[in-house]
C-alpha cells in the first residue's frame, strides 16, 4: 500500500494562511465571516463574552462588526459554526468532543480522583467541588499539564490520592515530593475541608526539619535539635498561629534557630564541648566571634537549654541590642505619596500598598490580610477598616484604591480568581505574601520600616494617642512607647467620649487641595 506525503508547499497551501485577525501567516483554525483565523486568535475571541451590542444578548462575542469593529455575537456576525458545549450548552472555547472547558476539566478530576470503582472517593468530594468551582477551569486545565510526565505531578498525585495510595493526613504530604506541588495540593484540601485547617508556614517548617536533620552527622546533634525544635520551636509557632497568624518572617526565623543552634553544637565539638559542659567562657566567645543575627538566633536554644536542665542554669546569657532604623522625613514622606498617587508607571498594586504604609503606618503583614469587605463606601467617603472605627480614606488615595478593586491582579491562578482578599497571593485562599511585597515596595523606592516610622509619628502630632490606636489597630503600649520617644504623653488626651474619629480627620498632607 502506498503512502502519499504533502510536500512542502502542499502543507502550506492546505494548513497555512494570513490570520485576518493577527495579520501574522500561522495555522489555519477555522475561515470565519471576516477571513482565516488563526488558533491564538480564535482562542482569544471565543472567550470574549459581554452583552452584544448587536442582540443585546449576554453571550460568547467571537465575531466582529463590518463598521465599527466592535466584538458581537454569532448570529448577529453570521457565523456558519456554534461555539455550544454538547454537555452543558455554554458558549465559549470547546474542546475534545465539543465539551467546554469546564466540562472538560471536570472529566479529567473525575477520572483521576476514582477510587477504581467508577466513582470518585468519597472522601475527595470537597475537593472535586472546588475544583470545579474555580471562575477559569482553563487554570485548572493547566495546572493538571504542568510537568506532565515527571513524578510528583499534580495528575500523579491526584491519582494516588483517589486510589488511596496517599494517606489524607499532613505528616503524608509533608514526606511526598517534589514538595511544591505537594505543598499547593495540601492547601487545596485544606481549602477544601478535606484536611485540618493548618498554618502553612507550620507545614512549611515540619517539611523542611527532617530534611535538615538527615543532613545532621552526629546522633546526640539530631537528638538535641529534635527535641529543640518539638519543645520550643514547633509550639511557640503554634501559638503564634492561635493569637494571629504566622508570616514568612516569623517562619524563616524558626529555620534560622536550628540551622544556629546546629552550628553552635558543631562549634562546641571543635572545643572538645558539649551542650551539657559548655561553660560561660563558650558562650562568651561565641557571642564575641558572631554577629547580632546570629546571637538573637542562638539566644533561644540558651534559654530552653537552661530552662530544661540541658546545660548549667548558672550561665549569663548577653542581653540583645535593638536597634531602629530612622524613620523618613515629612518632607520625603509626602514626596513618596505623591509620587505613588501619580505615578501611572508603578504598578496599581504596589501603589495602593505603599500609600496604605505612607497614610496609616500598617505593617505589610496586617496589610496583606485586609479584604475587600474592608474598603467600606459611606455616601461619598471610602473608609478602611484598619481599627475601630473605620478610618476615612482622602479623595485622591480613595480613587486609586477603588480603581484597584476594579480591577485587581493576580487573580490568574488556578484557585484564587473568586479571592476577597485585597491583595491576593498566588496559593489558594491566600494572601500575597509580605516579605515579597516589602521586597517590591523597597525597589520603587519605598523603604516600609522607615516610612511606617514617618506615618505613626505624624499622626502622633495631629491626634491624641488613643484615637490613633483605636483607629489604627495599634496596641496602647506600641503608641505609649512611640509617643514617649516623640517626647509627648499619653497624659494629654481630653476626657469624654471618643469611640469616633474627628469629623472629616484625613491624615496631613493628603487633603484636596
Known sequence: MSHTYATDEQYERWYMAECCRCGQRRHKSGTWPDGYVCRTCSDRAVRTR??????????????????????????????????DCSRCGF??????????????????????????????????????????????????????????????????????????EIPLTHDAFHELQPWRAAAHLEELLMASGVLPAVDKYICSFQRWLPVHLADIADPEHVKTIKLFATWHVLPHLRQRADRSHITPSVRRFAAEQIKHATTFLRWLSTRNSTLSSCGQLDIDAWFAQNTEHSRTCLRPLLNWARQSRRCSRSLSIPTMKVSRRPALSETERLAALGRLLTDADTPLRLRVAGVIVLLYAQPLTRIVQLMVDDVLRDGETTLLRLGEPASPVPAPAAALLLAYIADRDNMNTATNQSSRWLFPGRRAERPARPDHMSSLLGEIGIPVAAARGAAIRQQLLELPAPVVADALGYHDKTISRLLREGGGSWSRYAAGDHTRSPVGWVPRGTRDS
Not at 463590518?66 to 456576525?77: H, L, R
Not at 477551569?137 to 505531578?153: I, K
Open 91 to 164: 458558549e465559549g472555547q470547546l474542546l475534545g468532543g465539543r465539551l467546554c472547558e469546564r466540562c472538560t476539566l471536570t472529566d479529567r478530576l473525575t477520572a483521576l480522583l476514582d477510587d477504581g470503582t467508577g466513582r470518585v472517593r468519597l472522601a475527595l468530594t470537597p475537593l472535586l467541588t472546588l475544583l470545579m468551582a474555580m471562575d477559569k477551569p482553563r487554570s485548572g486545565l493547566a495546572w493538571l499539564e504542568m510537568r506532565r510526565g515527571q513524578p510528583g505531578n499534580a495528575s500523579q498525585l491526584l491519582r494516588r490520592l483517589g486510589l488511596g
Open 50 to 83: 459581554g452583552t452584544c451590542p448587536g442582540c443585546g444578548q449576554d453571550r460568547a462575542l467571537p465575531g466582529l462588526h463590518p463598521v465599527d469593529g466592535c466584538a458581537i455575537c454569532t448570529t448577529c456576525a453570521g457565523f456558519s459554526q456554534t461555539f
